[in-house]
């Protein structure tokens, strides 16, 4: 594997629930970002390599949820309560070297970025 995978996107209702998983190597540092219609990419939230350390942006951190399972390479991000300002593609993004305060701080670090999902919240 040369790059994360994101799988889950789709359609829902504002409040539904979403999970999307993204098949990465349990060596990398995962983050999650997002690039709405007309705007440009932001950081969603961040995961350790061994899972016990994450990180979300504000507008998120109360509704999401990053975790990772590595005995099936796979991160995921639960999403709860979801708004239409959340409608985006959403990227996986990877780093083999660093922490998740430093992806939070300058996503333009992540070494290995995916082909994104798109995930779109009626209202």
């Known amino acids: 594997q040369v790059q994360p995978v994101e799988s889950g996107g789709g359609l829902v209702q504002a409040g539904d629930s979403l999970r999307l998983s993204c098949a990465a190597s349990t060596s990398w540092i995962i983050g999650w970002f997002r690039q709405a219609p007309g705007k440009e990419r932001v950081f969603v939230a961040a995961?350790?390599?061994?899972?016990?350390?994450?990180t979300y942006a504000e507008s998120v951190k109360d509704r999401f949820t990053i975790s990772r399972d590595n005995a099936k390479n796979t991160v995921f991000l639960q999403m709860n309560n979801l708004k239409f300002e959340d409608t985006a593609v959403y990227y996986c993004?990877?780093?083999?070297?660093?922490?998740?305060?430093?992806?939070?701080?300058?996503?333009?670090?992540?070494?290995?970025w995916g082909e994104g999902t798109l995930v779109t919240v009626s209202s």
């Open positions: 993004a990877a780093k083999e070297m660093g922490t998740i305060v430093t992806i939070k701080a300058d996503p333009r670090s992540m070494d290995y």
């Open positions: 995961i350790n390599r061994s899972g016990t350390l994450t």
